[in-house]
């Protein structure tokens, strides 16, 4: 009997030892004291980190990584990928930066987009950039970090008009890029040319034709009209609109 007293004191001695320790650890040693930032390129770190709120000093298992999901799409700029704890005490935080692809006004409101329909931020005017304006897409609704209320038809066809300039380098020709009718595209150049791009299918072809005729074009003075790229396999000029 005192020999099954005994073991059992030494039992519950290092359960209390135990947990003496992790009390130490959680209360101490487990504490936030580095947050590694992965995928900033032109934001520092320590905005990365202020956005997140992020508190250096707080508990590592404490860390609610919906909280810093919500805080860092918040701001817009910035879109949360992941996040690991790396104990005893270091957070990584892994983000990536937004670009500014597109501009659209909204009840009053100018609006810069990713090319995902994600609002970037909000103001009275453009900001600065090699943005595309767009029109057409009926916004129902949007918050700066979300994607707007758009039709999933009209989201598909910005990436993919917005993917094929930029694979093209071609985003200096555009003016205005319509998406109202997703089955019919169009843009005007800054010359004011309208190119027809019918609907958001085999769009790198389409782009890739309308950059070599506009080119082609300039070359010989002939900056307005209208061009029909939206076969894929040709673009067919009209000097008349």
Same mark, same amino acid.
């Given at each position: 009997?005192? =020999? ?17 320790? $992790?009390?130490?650890?959680?209360? $101490?040693?487990? =504490? *936030? ?6 995928? !900033?390129?032109?934001? #520092?770190?320590?905005?990365? &980190? ?10 590592? =298992? ?9 805080? &860092? ?18 957070? *990584? ?37 090699? $943005?595309? /304006?767009?029109?057409?897409?009926? *916004? ?8 707007? #209320? ?5 989201? #598909?066809?910005?990436?993919?008009? &917005? ?14 890029? !319509? ?5 019919? *595209? /169009? ?6 040319? =309208? ?11 389409? &782009?890739? $034709? ?29 000097? !008349?609109?």
């Amino acid at each position: 009997m005192r =020999r099954r007293r005994k073991a059992l004191f030494f039992v519950v001695l290092a359960a209390v030892l135990c947990l003496a320790v $992790w009390l130490g650890l959680e209360n $101490w040693a487990f =504490r *936030i004291r580095d947050v590694q930032v992965v995928g !900033n390129a032109s934001v #520092a770190a320590e905005d990365v &980190i202020r956005a997140s709120k992020l508190t250096l000093g707080g508990k590592l =298992r404490s860390v609610d990584q919906e909280d810093v999901r919500t805080a &860092i799409n918040s701001t817009g700029t910035l879109e949360f990928v992941s996040l690991k704890r790396k104990y005893p005490s270091t957070v *990584i935080l892994e983000i990536r930066e937004r670009t500014r692809d597109a501009v659209v006004k909204h009840a009053g409101i100018v609006l810069t987009l990713d090319r995902d329909g994600y609002v970037v931020e909000k103001g009275d005017s453009a900001p600065d950039g090699n $943005w595309v /304006y767009v029109t057409g897409l009926d *916004i129902g609704s949007y918050h700066v970090g979300e994607q707007v #209320a758009v039709s999933k038809d009209k989201l #598909a066809a910005l990436r993919a008009v &917005i993917d094929a300039l930029d694979e093209h380098q071609a985003r200096t020709y555009v003016s205005e890029l !319509n998406l109202e009718n997703t089955r019919s *595209i /169009y843009l005007y150049t800054r010359t004011a040319m =309208r190119v027809d791009l019918g609907d958001a299918q085999n769009m790198n072809n389409k &782009i890739m $034709w309308m950059t070599a005729a506009l080119q082609d074009l300039e070359a010989r003075g002939q900056t307005t009209g209208k061009l029909d790229a939206s076969s894929g396999t040709k673009a067919d000029y009209s000097p !008349n609109l």
